[in-house]
């Protein structure tokens, strides 16, 4: 078993940079690929940006590409999203997910085994 927790949301202006962190327990992170999602009420849960289990390899949504930037430290056992440039459309809950390497494909949340509680971002314009 994975747990994981996010901190790091809040409330913040348009144009600012926020980092949020997701601290895992229970297991090293440095066998799983990591991603974050973000869901708005009412919405499906949304793909943001993943980090592959060595942290060589990427991937955003188009949405956020060139904004935010996802790291990984498995000496931590922590994953980052550094959010720069916010909008109020980034506004939402972001999960940090995580998912055995090699298996499933990253952008969907199924593929996920592991989820954390959630942190809210706010973005006012």
């Known amino acids: 078993q994975v747990q994981l927790v996010e901190s790091g949301g809040g409330s913040v202006q348009a144009g600012d940079s926020l980092r949020l962190s997701c601290a895992a327990s229970g297991r090293t992170l440095s066998r799983y690929d990591m991603g974050w999602f973000r869901q708005v009420p009412g919405e499906e849960r949304e793909f943001v940006a993943t980090i592959n289990w060595s942290g060589g390899r990427t991937y955003y949504a188009d949405s956020v590409k060139g904004r935010f930037t996802i790291s990984k430290d498995n000496a931590k056992n922590s994953v980052y999203l550094q959010m720069n440039s916010l909008k109020s459309e980034d506004t939402a809950v972001y999960y940090c997910?995580?998912?055995?390497?090699?298996?499933?494909?990253?952008?969907?949340?199924?593929?996920?085994?592991?989820w954390g509680q959630g942190t809210q971002v706010t973005v006012s314009s």
């Open positions: 997910a995580a998912k055995v390497g090699y298996v499933g494909t990253y952008y969907r949340p199924e593929s996920y085994n592991y």
